[in-house]
């Protein structure tokens, strides 16, 4: 590749990840209603058909985020999964060691990252993508979060994939209804403690 070629490829690179970062900026700050291709053409200085050399349409740019984001909770839950396997890890008044430290952690840091990143998570997991889960399809960053799931059960479990299967999904309900305020948010780590007591009591 000719240097004019690879400096071609570095700005369209740099075009395309300004594109995804102004879409998620405008989601936190507006809603992803306000996320349009003309918005985002004003805000990153391009002209439309320029996005759309990057992007079809919005939902396109939403699958961008989504799997932005989802490399982001896989190294959040990773972080605080490995953070509980420390040794000498302090644990709160009441809270269970291991085996179940890694596994609180984690479920912990996901309702988190949830309420933390309302749009991201929205991107994620609510409004439609390309995104192929549960599949050989499915993207590395999307099973590299479920494994962290997995791997807070013992190996010689060989049901350990659907109880992370179940266990993120009671999560993904949890943070969802506590959101919409279907379920009062104050009370996700008393929900934690029984889900973890169920699944891995």
């Known amino acids: 590749m000719s240097a004019i070629s690879e400096r071609r490829e570095r700005e369209r690179a740099h075009r395309h990840q300004l594109i995804i970062t102004a879409a998620r900026e405008l989601a936190e700050s507006e809603g992803w209603e306000a996320v349009t291709t003309r918005r985002l053409a004003d805000r990153v200085e391009y002209s439309q058909p320029v996005l759309y050399s990057h992007f079809d349409g919005k939902d396109a740019i939403v699958s961008a985020v989504a799997l932005a984001g989802f490399g982001e909770l896989a190294d959040h839950l990773r972080r605080a999964r ?15 060691t291991e ?7 984690v479920c912990r840091a996901y309702l988190g990252f949830a309420t933390e990143r309302p749009a991201l998570y929205q991107a994620m997991f609510i409004l439609p993508t390309d995104l192929t889960f549960g599949s050989a399809e499915t993207p590395p960053p999307l099973r590299a979060g479920f494994d962290e799931f997995v791997s807070c059960f013992p190996p010689e479990n060989d049901r350990r994939g659907l109880y992370a299967e179940v266990l993120w999904s009671a999560l993904h309900g949890m943070a969802v ?3 919409s305020g279907r379920i009062p948010p104050d009370r996700q780590a008393e929900r934690v403690d029984f889900l973890i007591t169920r699944i891995a009591g």
């Open 82 to 96: 490995l953070a509980a396997t420390e040794p000498g890890e302090a644990t709160e008044p009441g809270e269970a």
């Open 99 to 105: 085996p179940e430290a890694p596994l609180r952690a």
């Open 177 to 179: 209804l506590s959101e």
